[in-house]
């Protein structure tokens, strides 16, 4: 059974930082793209960024590049998310996703392969 679990969430003031992980296991990890979305209350779902398998490349969507780093690390089944210059507009659940085509993963909707339940960000101005 495939099991994605994030951790890492909180309440930050404006400009802080927070580290999510995201835990992988009843998988080949080192055969996923992995990628990050969130939902804001009252939004759809958004791709955040991604990482592919084993290469390490990376996409980010516009409004969080230069402040977030996406990585991973295969030997740990995990995938990371550093957030910096957090934003109150960067409030929402953070979403971890493994998907075996990086091309496609911002595209992903929840029917697609593998999602974790969550973790709430919150940043106050």
């Known amino acids: 059974q495939v099991q994605l679990v994030e951790s890492g969430g909180g309440l930050v003031q404006a400009g802080g930082s927070l580290r999510l992980s995201c835990a992988a296991s009843?998988?080949?990890?080192?055969?996923?793209?992995m990628g990050w979305f969130r939902q804001a209350p009252g939004k759809e779902r958004e791709f955040v960024a991604k990482?592919?398998?084993?290469?390490?490349?990376?996409y980010y969507r516009d409004s969080v590049k230069g402040r977030f780093t996406i990585s991973r690390d295969n030997a740990k089944n995990t995938v990371y998310l550093e957030m910096n210059s957090l934003k109150p507009e960067d409030t929402a659940v953070y979403y971890c996703?493994?998907?075996?085509?990086?091309?496609?993963?911002?595209?992903?909707?929840?029917?697609?392969?593998?999602w974790g339940q969550g973790t709430q960000v919150t940043v106050s101005s």
């Open positions: 009843g998988l080949i990890f080192s055969a996923f793209a």
């Open positions: 996703h493994a998907n075996p085509r990086y091309n496609s993963l911002a595209q992903s909707t929840t029917r697609d392969y593998y």
């Open positions: 990482i592919s398998a084993s290469s390490g490349i990376t």
